[in-house]
């Protein structure tokens, strides 16, 4: 395809969005957008905001660094441009676009990316004319190729073939070429010796490439496509590669979408032996000024040369060998001790280097001299940077494969470094490891009816259905990065490249932005201990995220596929998370941890926060959710495997959990992900999600399918707002559901109680129940639908739909009595009180009723969930007792840690003036 530069496209998105903003359809005659600001309160509240490093490093030795900032309604028009200044007023290059707008049209996230030559430790974003950068990020294309040029770098990006990168140079030198996607593929696995088993090898093979951003500070190119061998093509990837102005280096972000077949109590297969990126790296030195960098525990660095002079029978001198440990291009070998250089080819050179990290508990690191001979052990230790560097004194490439030993097996290859072209593999799965089995775990036990199939979830907790439990359409994302240098770093860099391997740089605005944006519903506030229960409740968050935190490592929650979950549900009796106990395992964003640890980040501002959260959003949107096949667009429900259980439905790939990191970060593969689910009504044609307990004759019909207003609304609604408010390509019609939905459960006779209706895919519409229902559950607004719900009628004015929300709200909680005497009936047996709190603080807020405000604390504090009379700390516990030694809390449950997070959070925001 012919590239279209991606700041046309967003360029054209705005205006298409803006336009949208303005006519509201389908006959929603009472909908409007929410007034605009007053001009005064918005033109106070567009006043510089001052941006700061996520950790303290800064941005060290990665290229660059890109978030997203929100801006209060009506702040800035959709044109604006905005200008970047350090503490002292130095103007600093910066690119800015918009990510989303109010429908007013005004600005509600814009993102801006700066470069390499940035050091600053703050800066101060305020309307204005950007600076240019010194050194401008170019992108251009001919031939076969797309060039890209950071001022520093010249990247060419292939356009066809098995080369994403088919060369990088600085000045006129090339650093590295032939950079490709490798895959080994095992036919067959053994549960025993894997001795005779054979892989083919497929590499990358390209279908589709778009310039998606051109400078001046970042570019970025997207390749998709497949592994190729011979005639088959399989494991779809998308690659998106990240320039910055002015830097010697760029980003990777790597997907790969599993689409073959792994069939339980069958051998054979499509298993991924191995999996990773290559690069070609000439080596022009003499065999003693190429250097071998290989990172090890925290910044630690093997430091060799291929051909090392240290440590000889002979000294060549002390200035030669200090020389070499530093990396530097040694004397002219006529200077040394003659008795070494005239030795020199008898010196072994060691061209291959191999670490792997199996294990999140240990790695090894080997060499031998070259194919065909013995490895000897060069070292080893526990976790590994994912870090390495292979060039001379000339130039070379370091690498790193960032969350490296905790998605583990990882590894590291430098082959043939003693030769013309050294190779560099690096390993997202090891192929030293045992082959990836996605294989179900267990046969069915004989639940072959629905009936059968519910006892097994009233013992296990997990709904098994024959042939539910396979990986195919699952996903995941790694990032790398490259540096091409023209000579060896010293120690100093390498350490700072490790740094940005592991924690890259992140700017961000303060919490005090975000609130003042009023942007996720505005549900959240600053901690604040000035009290003693404010202060208490504090420290219970605390307590809870720290304790999660200290369990995933005790409990190693690491793994290429695990890594960034969390555990479900605890076995006292064990001392265990029930990792092996059905749907009690893995919690697959069960009552949304996602949305309590992101509203955690955005009230704190606190790195360690985000990174969990980053983590988990990495995981949950990718490895939970389906992104081909049948189940498009729908996520698993908690369990052994993450996507072991039946139950595929709308909640677990709910498009609200990923907003966050996307608006935060600008980051495309999330805006991927939520753009994929706008369609995702479509689903209920392809599976019913209450099948197994319809106790009326459904089928599902185009015209009329069965969607309930709480887990599954909620998931379709976020993507549609999201989508509209980006501007995307189907924002028209993305408008159009929100509108029409919101107005047509409104219209049902009770509302958000009615709990489902049926769904026209043609129309958007529900179809409007003529009898008066009750279909209450307490799933129905633990999955998002109060956060959203609080966003969508902070954005569109549409009394009714805002009366059924708040109805909803004022009754959930309320007595029997009170139900019944509102619809007719109560709502049955209801549970989940406590995270329902937030709803009553909610509807407080709305109505002015101080009722509810005191019900919120009432619920909050005396019903079901954590109590001020919990234990609130851990218990030490070790062998023989558990595995390893750690803590414990037995009485922690994520659903409650959650759904306790989430209202003490919006409580405190919302009424945490009216405390008991």
Known sequence: MSPIPRRSLLKAAAAAGAAAQFSWALGATNAHAAPRADPADADAAAGPVTLSWLEEAGLGAAPGSTLGVPWPKGAYDKDQTFAL??????????????????????????????????????????????????????????????????????????KSGSALVKSVTRGATEIAKNGRLVLLRQGEIEDGDQGNAKYERFESAIAEVEVEQDGPVRAVVRIDGKHRRGNRAWLPFSVRLYFYAGAESFRMVHTITYDGTQEPGKASGDFIRGLGVRFTVPMRDEAYDRHIRIGGDGTGLLREAVKGVTGLRRDPGAAVQA????????????????????????????????????????????????????????????????FGYVGGASGGLSFGLRDFWEKHPAGLDIRGAHTDEAEVTLWLWSP???????????????????????????????????????????????????????????????????????????????????????????????????VPAKAKIEDHLDFLFTYYQDQVEMRRWYGFWDYGDIMHSYDPARHQWRYDVGGYAWDNSELSPDLWLWYAYLRSGRADIFRFAEAMTRHTGEVDVYHLGTWAGLGTRHGIQHYADSAKQQRIANTTYRRFYYFLTADERTGDLMHANVDSDETFLALDPIRKIRT??????????????????????????TEWERGGPKAAKAKARVLSTMETIAAQPNGFVQGSGLYDLDTGRFAVEKEAKVGVSHLSAVFGLNELCAELIDLIDMPQF??????????????????????????????????????????????GDAKLAKRAWEKFYNSDGYKESSPWRTEKVSGPVTLVPGSEANWVYTNDTALYGLAAIENLALVGDRMP
């Open 696 to 721: 009326e004759p459904y089928t599902p019909d185009r015209h009329a399918l069965s969607i309930g207003f709480g887990t599954d609304w909620s998931g379709l609604v976020s993507a549609w707002l």
């Open 323 to 386: 020389a070499q440990f530093e990396g530097k291009k040694l004397p002219d070998p006529a200077t040394w001790d003659q008795r070494v250089t005239s030795r020199l080819h008898l010196i072994p050179t060691w061209g291959d280097y191999t670490l792997s990290q199996l294990s999140a508990d240990g790695f090894t690191l080997r060499k031998r001299t070259k194919k065909g001979h013995g490895w000897i052990p060069a070292g080893g230790g526990r976790r590994a940077s994912g």
């Open 85 to 158: 200044t350090t503490a002292d007023g130095k103007a600093v290059p910066v690119q800015s676009w918009p990510l989303a707008h109010w429908p007013d049209g005004s600005l509600k996230w814009t993102a801006h990316a700066i470069g390499a030559e940035t050091t600053a430790a703050s800066f101060t974003l305020s309307a204005g004319a950007p600076a240019a950068p010194a050194r401008e990020v170019t992108v251009s294309s001919g031939g076969g190729t797309i060039d890209v040029s950071t001022g520093v770098i010249t990247a060419k990006i292939g």
């Open 802 to 847: 805002k009366a059924a929300y708040l109805d909803y709200c004022r009754y959930f909680n309320a007595t029997k009595a009170e139900q019944a005497a509102r619809y007719g009936t109560n709502f049955g047996s209801l549970i989940l009180f406590q995270g329902h709190s937030r709803l009553d603080a909610y509807a407080a807020v709305q109505t």
């Open 432 to 530: 030293e490891a045992p082959p990836m089995d996605l294989r179900f775990y267990h046969d069915g036990l004989g639940q072959d009816t629905y009936a059968e199939q519910l006892e097994g979830l009233n013992i296990t907790y997990e709904d098994y259905e024959p042939g539910f439990g396979t990986p195919y359409g699952i996903a995941r994302t790694s990032e790398l990065l490259f540096w091409a240098h023209d000579s060896t770093p010293d120690a100093g860099t390498l350490a700072e490249e490790v740094t940005a391997v592991r924690t890259p740089p992140q700017l961000a605005a303060p919490p005090k932005q975000l609130i003042k944006a009023k942007v996720f519903g505005g549900l959240f506030s600053e901690p604040d201990r000035s």
